[in-house]
């Protein structure tokens, strides 16, 4: 959001407050964890295709359940390792830059900077920051010929032409 509608270039990125990131980044949570339950039929399906019954089958002929609970725990520790490397390095990170700004903000431009940068009057830069809704009108090089504040005019064009009549023999 800007904060004045009047505002031509937008100098900061701290745009938002911190109940809306709160918001957003709770909300878009929840979105992935439905998302991800929506492909638990088709992640199931693959499983079934690619020989999951097969697994269990080969799993109660080489020992029954005492194998599969250590197999279980072996994929259990490899998991928790992997995932106190993935926070491990989360964590570091937020921590090296979590309070620093790195983005480089520009100068907002002057007013007289602003009349040469689109070449135009004052009366036309006057226009644009306060209109709300604008027709720019351009020539081919890019340059602002026009500026007009409200609705572009519509040209009502009949949706069909009356039908053409030979003349009659």
């Not at 439905?34 to 020992?63: C, K, N, R, T």
């Not at 890019?142 to 409200?150: E, H, K, L, Y």
């Not at 519509?154 to 003349?167: A, E, G, I, L």
Request: hydrophobic content about 40%.
């Amino acid at each position: 959001m800007i904060d004045k509608m009047t505002d031509t270039t937008i100098g900061t990125r701290d745009v938002l407050n911190r109940r809306l990131k709160t918001r957003d980044t709770v909300l878009t949570t929840i979105l992935w964890l439905i998302y991800a339950y929506l492909w638990l039929p088709f992640i199931s399906l693959i499983a079934w295709l690619i020989g999951i019954d097969f697994a269990y089958e080969l799993v109660e002929q080489a020992g029954g359940p005492r194998n599969l609970v250590d197999l279980l725990i072996s994929f259990g520790i490899a998991l928790a390792c992997i995932a106190c490397i993935v926070i491990g390095w989360s964590v570091m990170q937020y921590w090296r830059f979590h309070d620093r700004e790195r983005r480089i903000t520009s100068k907002s431009p002057t007013y007289h900077d602003e009349l040469s940068l689109w070449n135009i009057d004052a009366e036309c830069l006057h226009e644009i920051r306060c209109g709300r809704r604008l027709t720019i009108g351009l020539d081919e090089h890019g340059v602002i010929t026009s500026v007009q504040d409200g609705a572009p005019k519509r040209h009502v064009t009949p949706t069909h032409s009356p039908p053409v009549r030979s003349p009659v023999d």
